[in-house]
């Protein structure tokens, strides 16, 4: 007898529930996390995934070396951190990053509607 047998449907790397996965995430051709399409890719982990008495084990895939949406708001988050005039609302670098992050999103939504 050689080989493992997973006994039950694991839960996915980074939190990720393996039953909100789409066909093209599990064939790695989509970021798992953001669902972008992905051109340079981080492996995340596999996920198990049982349909019927069938286990199959899928490798992820996240856009590399982040998310755009996750950077973006990276970005904007540790720049308002530490400045004053993001505090008032009058800071140009701080507006510009959140533009970045909104124009991300709306990007990211436009992907997952088509
Ligand atoms: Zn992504
Ligand atoms: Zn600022």
Redo the contacts with the bound molecule.
């Keep these: 007898m050689k080989g493992h047998q997973p006994a039950t449907t694991a839960p996915g790397p980074a939190g990720i529930d393996p039953a909100t996965l789409t066909h093209e995430q599990l064939q790695g051709w989509r970021c798992a996390l953001c669902c972008a399409l992905l051109t340079g890719d981080r492996p995340l982990g596999t996920v198990t995934i049982g349909e019927g008495p069938t286990l199959t084990t899928y490798p992820l895939w996240a856009c590399n070396p982040n998310c755009a949406t996750e950077s973006a708001w990276r970005a904007a988050i540790t ?2 951190a530490g ?1 004053q ?2 505090r008032t609302g009058e ?1 140009e ?2 507006q510009r990053l959140l533009d970045t992050y909104s124009t991300a999103i709306r990007q990211e939504h436009a992907r997952g509607a088509g």
């Design positions: 720049h308002a400045c005039a993001c800071c670098t701080g």
